[in-house]
């Protein structure tokens, strides 16, 4: 028996369990602190009203003999799939219900997806960026190269021309910068895709605090995405489905390649045989509560929550503001991204932080290495949390 060894080549521990340890090793010894958490992004806030009674009206249906459901299709329910279909036709995107998938988050498809795709394929990762898609690809021994995200290039890299790569990770608004693509950067990263017969693989789980004018939320918003693009939802952010877990990603009919023999194949119909072969479908009950997020009830309770989150987000902005501290994310995002101060590595400055005002966040160097000297903070929190957090960073940084 052999193991597959490249597990070796991952790092000692998943960013979230070494700041989980280092927080909780914190409280033991300092019991009657109170510690913030603006680290993991983690929403707080509870489900739709809307969400939990279509979810208690599956759950009964489920009761009855009449209406009980067992196994349900692997690519989802048609009444979840047509009501995203609709959701993007809202935003001005053409999709067909069948090229819909329901999953049970974007973190399992954005890995799982690894398996359609041979050991040879040069993969390009921005850096930094969320850990895994770099994670998956090195449990497969494929070999990685990045795109530099830093100041100069506002967090938002664009592709070389003179580098070739064959999948293509692309998170905008990105986790952990806060960074969002315009049509025009999408537009390059799609002529990219296409001059090198790449693949993008688009993660859009933040679509939904895109608030800008003009700014893209989906990948397919840009003409010829469709030859080229693979686009990962999530209902995590949209509506607080973090732990309620229902996801959804769109693989069109015209996605399709060459094999080694010339014969075309469809990506979408290898995902569908995937998924068949290893994924026996999202819960019917969960399915209803997804549903209804895009009921006109229903997404408006979930504005109303991202809206919460949006202004936990200006209370960090303003706050950043003030101190004239450079910062980037916090208005397409609910993640703001800023340069250490003092000069300070970036696990360092979570201790830094933890000891001086309890306040936990996420240390800039778990996302890659251009996030060294950088930090993230999440408006997931609270708002007193939120406004706690900031007036103790404003003293901690009148007192330095
Ligand atoms: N993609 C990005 C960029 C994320 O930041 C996250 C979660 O934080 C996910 C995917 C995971 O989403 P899900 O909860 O749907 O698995």
Redesign the pocket.
Known sequence: MKLNENYRNLKQSYLFAETAHRTNAYIEAHPDQKVIRLGI?DVTLPLAQSVVQAMQEAAAEMGKAETFRGYGPEQGYAFLREAIRDYYARNGVAIDADEVFITD????D?GNITDLFDQDNVILVPDPV?P?YVDTNTMNGRKIIYADANKENDFLPMPDPSVHADIIYI?SPN?PTGAAYNKDQLKAWVDYALANEALLLY?S??ECFVGQEGLPRSIFQIPGAKKCAIE?C????TAG??GT?C?YTIVPKELVFAASDGTEMSVRQMWLRRQTTKFNGVSYIIQRGAAAVFTEEGMAECRKNIEYYKENAKIIADTFTELGINFYGGINSPYIWFECPFGMESWAFFDYMLEKIQVVGTPGAGFGANGTNYFRLTSFGSRENTVEAMSRFLKMMAEA
Not at 105 to 108: F, I
Not at 234 to 237: A, E, G, M, V, Y
């Open positions: 992004g988050g974007a973190k399992s954005t969320y895994v998170c986790n993660d789980a933040y990962f999530s209902l995590s952010k489905f973090t877990r996801g």
